[in-house]
């Protein structure tokens, strides 16, 4: 497999069709907006992003947050919450999907 040329790289992470907009309009740049209005709206910080895709008026991201923390750390509770934001990564919504102990292993 040959790596992207330079041009291409500049595109990775966009939507198609969709150029970047107040760096907002990258994934990366998505992510950090919406994260941080994630945090100042809720007080809870983010540990890490799980998910995202493309919606189809912005994306939606699923992030993970501790929601208890308690030692040792394996038992703490988490919680993975479904983020919506539109494409310039402005929050639009949010809800909790689930919590879980952070040493639990979803059944296959």
């Known amino acids: 497999m040959t790596a992207p040329r330079r041009d291409e790289r500049s595109d990775l992470g966009r939507r198609p069709g969709h150029a ?4 907002g309009g990258t994934m990366i740049g998505v992510v950090h907006s919406a994260l941080a209005q ?3 709206l809720t007080g809870q910080e983010p540990e890490r992003v799980s998910g995202m895709r493309a919606a189809e008026d912005g994306w939606s991201l699923l992030a993970d947050v501790v929601e208890l923390e308690r030692i040792p750390s394996t038992t703490s509770v988490l919680a993975t919450y479904r983020v919506d934001v539109d494409e310039d990564g ?5 809800e909790r999907l689930r919590r879980f102990v952070r040493g639990a292993v979803d059944p296959t």
């Open 90 to 94: 402005n929050l639009r919504g949010y």
């Open 20 to 23: 970047a907009r107040g760096g």
């Open 38 to 40: 994630f945090a100042e």
